[in-house]
T-cell receptor, first 114, second 110 residues
Framework: SAVISQKPSRDICQRGTSLTIQCQVD?????MFWYRQQPGQSLTLIAT?????????ESGFVIDKFPISRPNLTFSTLTVSNMSPEDSSIYLC???????????FGPGTRLTVL | GENVEQHPSTLSVQEGDSAVIKCTYS??????FPWYKQELGKGPQLIID?????GEKKDQRIAVTLNKTAKHFSLHITETQPEDSAVYFC?????????FGAGTRLTVKP
């Protein structure tokens, strides 16, 4: 199994500012994902983080708002830019080795935007 | 793309009773079906999964059944305990595309 840590675990931010969330995995993984979970809701995929190239974004999510980096096979960052209260959510990092393999989730980052 | 529906949205049972959560999916090519448990303030944790070549899988008090013809799969928890209280998510995957159900909030009353 993969052990995933995220920093910060929670934050309260002012609107208009940006926050970068870090995801660290204890082993090399092929695939890394970023999800958003709004209060009481299911998991919505933001993007797949690709090592050495631009992330692949899902419909409704754009790079300018959610820039993602993945410098190696164990680390990724998600930035939430120019935040508004609507961005208040839990952001989850997730990893797996390939199709049909177990997918693991980090503990999440709880973001509140005032 | 894949669409996963999950029922019920909330479920309350007495300790010791069984709980069943059902999911349906739309893409017949889906071949991997995991279930996650999410406790308050934590990330989802995999509790059991099943692949399309298997009809049933059991792990102690938890079991999952899959009906590929009808395109539905279910989570069964027997002898429920208060610590089973959480939100449960089903998911279906086809070719690296994982889709999640809306979640079921299970409450086990002591």
């Amino acid at each position: 199994s993969a052990v995933i840590s995220q920093k910060p675990s929670r934050d309260i931010c002012q609107r208009g500012t940006s926050l970068t969330i870090q995801c660290q995995v204890d082993s090399q993984v092929t695939m890394m994902f970023w999800y958003r979970q709004q209060p009481g809701q299911s998991l919505t995929l933001i993007a797949t983080a690709n090592q050495g190239s631009e992330a692949t974004y899902e419909s409704g999510f754009v790079i300018d708002k959610f820039p993602i980096s993945r410098p190696n096979l164990t680390f990724s960052t998600l930035t939430v830019s120019n935040m508004s209260p609507e961005d208040s959510s839990i952001y989850l990092c997730s990893v797996r080795q390939g199709a049909g393999d177990t997918q693991y989730f980090g503990p999440g980052t709880r973001l509140t935007v005032l | 793309g894949e669409n996963v529906e999950q029922h019920p949205s909330t479920l309350s049972v007495q300790e010791g009773d069984s709980a069943v959560i059902k999911c349906t999916y739309s893409d017949s090519a889906s071949n991997y079906f995991p279930w996650y448990k999410q406790e308050l303030g934590k990330g989802p944790q995999l509790i059991i999964d099943i692949r399309s070549n298997v009809g049933e899988k059991k792990d102690q008090r938890i079991a999952v059944t899959l009906n590929k013809t009808a395109k539905h799969f279910s989570l069964h928890i027997t002898e429920t305990q208060p610590e089973d209280s959480a939100v449960y998510f089903c998911a279906a995957e086809e070719n690296n595309d994982m889709r999640f159900g809306a979640g079921t909030r299970l409450t086990v009353k002591p």
